[in-house]
């Protein structure tokens, strides 16, 4: 066990950080997925802060990009995006990989929206499908909040039955409806990577409530919850998970699919910082 994780400490100096370069009052948090990083060059007033400049966050080991903060505007609401999320596979304990998420409720932001890229366990899903999360399974082995409770955020045993706000998720149906995005609501699994899951535990998957499979999401979520964000996610269905189709899975089709499902993936993204 990792004896001093001064969280408290690495959360100011961020936050110091940051405010020394903007004074941007973000509401909306926006952590974006697998080949989905993209959407940050869409806002207006942009400013990127690396996490080189950002002294006490993780940084990105994967996917050759430093990871940075950006701040900009978006349908006239003021937006936080983390664009390159550490994952809990590259090794930092999860208390680290969601620091960022502290920060955020530190700035201001009350409503943090998750997207991921994530394997299909529902056998009624396709790749491309866009899935809005409404409840997980926590199967990473541990959690985020493990350690001294930082009191300054929320409750030593924070509730979760509503962790994926679900007033947001039934002013979201209508408007995706509307906008002809088809949508799917389902649960989604969190397994620690970096290997894919055999086909045994996709289908124990299954069994458990599962109707999707990815390595992030899950702990951003529970510290959202923890700060009493309001949180809303989403997955893109990259693949089905192992063992659904006759064939291998690898990173470079869960990207590519990824790209191919951008401009739904953008459009929906639109509605939700919309009723963020
Ligand atoms: N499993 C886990 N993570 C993933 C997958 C998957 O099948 N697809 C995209 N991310």
Redesign the pocket.
Known sequence: MVKTLNYQERIDTACKAIRAETDAAPSVGLILGSGLGDFCDGLENRLEIPFSRIPGLPTPTVEGHQGSFVFGTFAGRSIAALRGRVHYYEGYPQGDITLPVRVMAKLGVRTLILTN???GVNLDFHPGDLMLIADHINFSGTNPLIGPNLDEFGPRFPDMSDIYTRGLREKLRPLAAQAGLELREGVYMM?S?PS??TPAEIRAFRALGADA???STVPEAIIARHCGMRVMGVSCI??M??GVLPQA?NHAE?VEAAARARGNFTRLLELMIGIS
């Open positions: 890229a994530a394997g397994y990577g894919y899951e499979v990815g390595m990259t693949n998970a192992a899975l869960v």
